[in-house]
């Protein structure tokens, strides 16, 4: 049930993926081109030819231990608290300055100075290894990203190995016929923390690769697939029921599983498809893990994650039954339970902690870590809040070129597009695009050619497709749900920016004279997993936009004065600069976001175009 892999999460899901070239058109200029690639077999991803690759390009990785925990607190902790708290104090970043042993070819496994020991501590390094060395002096020419990628997937595919010798029993290799008799295995090695269980570390690692697979590779099927992979030994160690008994491994244990249910559900928002588990499962009892600083920081963060998965499951009733015009008072029903239920949580979340950051237990990390939740938790529950209103405010009027999430994509011809799409909209689970196509015309153009005419054409059009006859009955009318989706983008777009950079505490550099080392505040954030919900405020700000300019060049004193509309639209023109910000800086590290972030700019540019 965990490993199921499922035809419709291709990898990529309009994210850029390693395994297909990447060719990001400009937006709006024949416009709806369909890429269609092959995909090669899941090795090595494809890389230019070994005489590109420079000597000089360094990659992040570590010389113990020790060291590579240190970095997770510095570079990971804050977005995905898998670990406990710090159990010694920080200490400074220090990664490998020598370039290390590599092959003639770029495809073949690198020659490593050290070998983490820990699938745990493997998994880490292939995602701290894709953040720029320090001492690199092109951190983002070609070469340096190969590198940083060749390290990354060699680190992940010593991690596999790792957790599949974690799980293997010894009589399976010397009497098979003991093995089913047999306890879990036993592993011998020295904990990667000392306050997390050596047989939790193949869970972990599963976690970090699962975020791995999605953020850098653009792989969903192998997202979903690790996620499982962790819930199902979790599942066997019982980790889902836990007692309220409290010792000096409990914190981990219940981060672990937490953190697995977080996982297991965020494969299932991001790829819009059905959950493998039962969200609120009574058997899941273990109590959640605390923030010394904010004691519910973890019950808001689990709560926003299941309205999220809830509003993901609701879009893709939504599409069924707007497929087969069935069933809609059920959706009704459902969108009110989900608005409410959103607005509850948001509202919860926006409460302060009690706890004051001078009662932190001594630890600020870990108070960092959660405003930093707190911040993940919110942009969650106003991405929820667009999943359950973006219908009924723009009938999913497609924007972006290729599939981002659940966003309907764009088709270059639009008669034969719209009739594929009928015929498998069934079978996709995608909203009927027959009727979003007729109202993509009047965006085709660029804004030079606006005029008030065609603007009265869109706003016909807009009206037009937006009212089915079948769809009367929803609980809130389109002005509603349009302002809902405009302050959650908006609320979306100032909380990416509030999540913490990384810090590290950084020696005098010893680096050689002229070498300019990376400053602090360009280092890129981390574990992204929660990136459609940059889409999703992008897609409501951009639709929002061509709505307000719309009403502008309606209005009587067009023209003449500022309007409301024009205060609306600068709003929305800093919004999605906050968001291009945002995927930029996590590009910086994770190449699948690539794909995010060209689309974003592309529409932004055609939006705004003089800018």
């Given at each position: 049930m965990f490993g199921q892999i499922d035809g419709l999460s291709v990898p990529g899901a309009g994210l850029r993926s390693l395994d297909f070239p990447s060719d990001v058109q400009s937006m709006f200029a024949d416009l709806f081109i369909p890429h269609d690639a092959g995909h090669p077999p899941a090795q090595m991803e494809p890389t230019p030819s070994p005489s590109n690759i420079s000597t000089q390009s360094l990659v992040r990785t570590y010389g113990s231990e020790h060291d590579i925990l240190n970095a997770y607190y510095d570079f990971i902790h804050h977005y995905f608290p898998i670990l406990p708290p710090r159990a010694a104090p920080a200490i400074p970043d220090r990664p490998l300055d020598a370039?290390?042993?590599?092959?003639?070819?770029?495809?073949?496994?690198?020659?490593?100075?050290?070998?983490?020991?820990?699938?745990?501590?493997?998994?880490?390094?292939?995602?701290?290894?894709?953040?720029?060395?320090?001492?690199?002096?092109?951190?983002?020419?070609?070469?340096?990203?190969?590198?940083?990628?060749?390290?990354?997937?060699?680190?992940?595919?010593?991690?596999?190995?790792?957790?599949?010798?974690?799980?293997?029993?010894?009589?399976?290799?010397?009497?098979?016929?003991?093995?089913?008799?047999?306890?879990?295995?036993?592993?011998?090695?020295?904990?990667?923390?000392?306050?997390?269980?050596?047989?939790?570390?193949?869970?972990?690692?599963?976690?970090?690769?699962?975020?791995?697979?999605?953020?850098?590779?653009?792989?969903?099927?192998?997202?979903?697939?690790?996620?499982?992979?962790?819930?199902?030994?979790?599942?066997?160690?019982?980790?889902?029921?836990?007692?309220?008994?409290?010792?000096?491994?409990?914190?981990?244990?219940?981060?672990?599983?937490?953190?697995?249910?977080?996982?297991?559900?965020?494969?299932?928002?991001?790829?819009?498809?059905?959950?493998?588990?039962?969200?609120?499962?009574?058997?899941?009892?273990?109590?959640?893990?605390?923030?010394?600083?904010?004691?519910?920081?973890?019950?808001?963060?689990?709560?926003?994650?299941?309205?999220?998965?809830?509003?993901?499951?609701?879009?893709?009733?939504?599409?069924?039954c707007i497929s087969t015009r069935t069933n809609m008072p059920y959706i009704y029903e459902r969108m009110q339970q989900l608005d409410t239920w959103a607005s509850s949580a948001l509202a919860q979340s926006n409460l302060l902690p009690i706890v004051p950051p001078s009662m932190n237990c001594g630890d600020g990390m870990e108070f960092t870590t959660a405003q930093s939740i707190r911040?993940?938790?919110?942009?969650?529950?106003?991405?929820?809040?667009?999943?359950?209103?973006?219908?009924?405010?723009?009938?999913?009027?497609?924007?972006?070129?290729?599939?981002?999430?659940?966003?309907?994509?764009a088709n270059s011809n639009n008669s034969a597009a719209c009739n594929s799409a009928k015929d498998s909209r069934v079978q996709n689970g995608i909203t009927d695009i027959r009727c979003s196509c007729g109202g993509l015309e009047p965006f085709q153009q660029s804004s030079s050619e606006y005029t008030p005419s065609t603007a009265s054409s869109t706003s016909s059009d807009y009206q037009s497709i937006s009212q089915y006859s079948f769809t009367s009955g929803f609980p809130f009318s389109i002005q509603h749900?349009?302002?809902?989706?405009?302050?959650?983008?908006?609320?979306?777009?100032?909380?990416?920016?509030?999540?913490?950079?990384?810090?590290?505490?950084?020696?005098?550099?010893?680096?050689?004279?002229?070498?300019?080392?990376?400053?602090?505040?360009?280092?890129?954030?981390?574990?992204?997993?929660?990136?459609?919900?940059?889409?999703?405020?992008?897609?409501?700000?951009?639709?929002?936009?061509y709505k307000a300019r719309v009403e502008k060049q309606l209005s009587p004193d067009y023209g003449n004065k500022t309007t409301p509309s024009d205060r609306l639209i600068e709003e929305l023109r800093q919004g999605l600069e906050r968001i291009i910000a945002t995927v930029t800086n996590y590009a910086a590290a994770f190449e699948a976001l690539d794909g995010m972030r060209d689309e974003i700019e592309g529409a932004y540019q055609t939006a705004f175009p003089q800018l």
């Open positions: 370039v290390g042993s590599y092959s003639e070819s770029p495809t073949e496994e690198p020659l490593l100075l050290y070998r983490p020991r820990s699938p745990l501590s493997l998994a880490l390094s292939a995602v701290l290894a894709l953040i720029p060395h320090p001492n690199d002096l092109e951190p983002s020419s070609p070469a340096s990203v190969i590198r940083r990628r060749t390290y990354a997937h060699t680190f992940s595919q010593l991690a596999n190995s790792s957790i599949e010798a974690d799980c293997e029993l010894h009589a399976s290799s010397t009497d098979p016929s003991l093995a089913l008799s047999s306890e879990r295995p036993l592993i011998n090695r020295e904990s990667f923390h000392p306050h997390a269980p050596v047989e939790l570390e193949s869970i972990l690692a599963l976690l970090v690769l699962s975020v791995y697979e999605y953020t850098q590779r653009g792989n969903l099927l192998k997202m979903r697939y690790r996620a499982g992979q962790a819930l199902a030994i979790a599942l066997d160690m019982s980790l889902h029921s836990l007692g309220e008994e409290y010792d000096e491994f409990a914190e981990a244990r219940r981060r672990a599983w937490w953190m697995t249910y977080y996982c297991v559900l965020q494969g299932s928002i991001v790829s819009t498809t059905p959950l493998a588990i039962v969200a609120n499962d009574p058997q899941f009892v273990t109590p959640y893990p605390r923030f010394a600083a904010d004691p519910d920081g973890w019950a808001v963060l689990m709560q926003a994650q299941q309205v999220l998965v809830s509003a993901t499951q609701f879009v893709i009733d939504l599409n069924k911040s993940i938790s919110r942009i969650k529950l106003s991405s929820a809040q667009i999943k359950t209103h973006r219908f009924r405010a723009f009938s999913d009027i497609p924007i972006f070129i290729k599939k981002h999430c659940d966003l309907t994509a749900s349009a302002k809902v989706c405009l302050r959650a983008a908006l609320l979306i777009s100032r909380m990416f920016p509030s999540l913490p950079i990384p810090q590290p505490i950084i020696n005098e550099p010893k680096s050689p004279q002229g070498m300019t080392l990376q400053p602090p505040n360009q280092l890129p954030r981390t574990m992204p997993s929660f990136a459609c919900c940059l889409m999703q405020g992008s897609y409501a700000m951009l639709m929002i936009f």
